[in-house]
C-alpha cells in the first residue's frame, strides 16, 4: 500500500456524488467507494417533490439523473463496501477488497430502516414485510396493507400504497404526526385508509407469510387484529457508521456531529454529511448543501 489518494467519499448518495462533482472540477485525486446502486435512498423514495428543478419525480428517476452526472463527468464509482476505517498519520480504509490510504476522508454513507423489534420480523421479511413501499408495494396490488410510523417517509411510503393497494393501514404511536401536515391531509382525503394512532404494533401475524397484525392502543392496552398480507414498518434510521474505528467520531446514537459551518467531525480530516448527522430532517437537498461545503473546505485543506 504506497499510493495516498487526496480524499477518499464513502457512500454514492446525494451528498456523495455531489462531492465527487466538485472534487472532479478541482482536480483532487479521489476515490468514491458504493458497494450499492448509486443515488443511496433517493432509490426508495417514491415521489420526491422537493428536488429543484422538477414539480415532481419519482426516486429512482432522480437517482438515474444524479448518476448520469457522474458518468458524465467521468468519475467511475468503486463498488467496494468500507468495513474500517481508521487513522495513523493517514486514514487507512479497507474494504470487502481493498485497502486504502488517503489523507481527507467523507463518511457520507446513510442510514438504514430500524427494526421495530417484534418476533418473526426477520423470517417475514420478503415474505409480506418490506421496508421499501416503492419497491415491493407492487406485490400488493389489491391486498390489504399497514404502514407503521408518523414521519414523512411513513405518509409517503402510505400514499404510495393507496394507489397500489385495496386498502392502506397507518398506525402511529402518537395522536400528532412528526411529519407534514400537507402529507398527512393528503393521507387523510385518500378514500382507502384508516389511520389509528395511538397505536403499536404487538405481534406479527403468519408462519410462512403476513397474515395479519395484532395492534395495541398505548393507552387503553385495547388490543386489535388486523388481517392484511403487508407490513411496511416505517420507525426511523440507524446510521451506517458501524465501520467507524475511532475514537469519539460517533455519538451515542452512532451519528457523526461535525461543526456546521465546515462539516468537519471532532476527528481533523475527517468530515460528514448527509443523512448520517444528527439532524432531525433529512433530505436530498441537505444531503448535497453538506457535500458541497465538505468539497469546498477539503479542497482549501488540500490547497486545491
Ligand atoms: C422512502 C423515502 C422517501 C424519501 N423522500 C424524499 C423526498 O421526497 N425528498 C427528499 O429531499 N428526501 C427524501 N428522502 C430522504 C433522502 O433520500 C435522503 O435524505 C438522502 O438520500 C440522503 O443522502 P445521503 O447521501 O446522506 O445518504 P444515502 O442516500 O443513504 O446514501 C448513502 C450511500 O452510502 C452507501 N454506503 C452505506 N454503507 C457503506 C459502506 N460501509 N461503504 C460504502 N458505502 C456505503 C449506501 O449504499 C448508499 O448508497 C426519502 C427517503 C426515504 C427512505
Redesign the pocket.
Known amino acids: 500500500m504506497n499510493k495516498v489518494y487526496d480524499s477518499i467519499i ?8 455531489r462531492i465527487a462533482l466538485e472534487f472532479k472540477k478541482k482536480d483532487v485525486d479521489f476515490l468514491i ?19 429543484p428543478g422538477f414539480k415532481e419525480i419519482p ?1 429512482p428517476d432522480l437517482a438515474v439523473a444524479l448518476f448520469m452526472r457522474l458518468m458524465d463527468a467521468g468519475i467511475e464509482l468503486v463498488p ?4 474500517s476505517l481508521t487513522k495513523k498519520d493517514n486514514f487507512i480504509i479497507k ?1 470487502d477488497y481493498n485497502t486504502y490510504e488517503a489523507k481527507t476522508v467523507v463518511i ?6 430500524k427494526k421495530i423489534g417484534l418476533e418473526k420480523e426477520d423470517e417475514l421479511f420478503g415474505h409480506g414485510l418490506s421496508y ?3 419497491c415491493d408495494g407492487h406485490f400488493f396490488k389489491g391486498q390489504d396493507v399497514i404502514v407503521i410510523g408518523g414521519g ?2 411513513a405518509l ?2 402510505a400514499i404510495h400504497l393507496t394507489h397500489v393497494a385495496k386498502k392502506v393501514y397507518l398506525i402511529h404511536r402518537r395522536n400528532e404526526f412528526r411529519g407534514s401536515v400537507k402529507l398527512v391531509d393528503e393521507l387523510r382525503n385518500s378514500s382507502n385508509v384508516e389511520i389509528l394512532t395511538p397505536y403499536v404494533p404487538s405481534k406479527l401475524l403468519g408462519e410462512d407469510k403476513v397474515t395479519g397484525i395484532e395492534i395495541a392502543h398505548r393507552e387503553t392496552g385495547e388490543k386489535k387484529i388486523i388481517e392484511l398480507q403487508g407490513i411496511f414498518p ?1 420507525v426511523g ?1 440507524i446510521p ?1 457508521t ?2 467507524v474505528d475511532i475514537p469519539c467520531v460517533l455519538d451515542d446514537y452512532k451519528n457523526v456531529p461535525v461543526t456546521m459551518k465546515t462539516m468537519e467531525t471532532s476527528c481533523e480530516n475527517l468530515f460528514a ?4 448527522l444528527p439532524r432531525d430532517i ?6 448535497e448543501h ?2 458541497i461545503v465538505i468539497a469546498k473546505n477539503i479542497c482549501e485543506r488540500l490547497g486545491k
Open positions: 464513502i457512500g454514492a448518495g446525494p451528498c456523495g456524488m467507494l458504493e458497494p450499492g446502486t448509486p443515488g443511496g435512498k433517493v432509490n426508495v423514495a417514491p415521489r420526491v417533490d422537493n428536488y426516486g467496494e463496501q468500507v468495513l474494504t457520507c454513507s446513510g442510514t438504514k430502516e421499501c413501499a416503492l414523512n417517509s409517503k411510503e416505517a434510521q451506517n458501524q465501520f454529511g448527509g443523512d448520517v433529512r433530505q436530498i437537498y441537505l444531503a453538506d457535500g
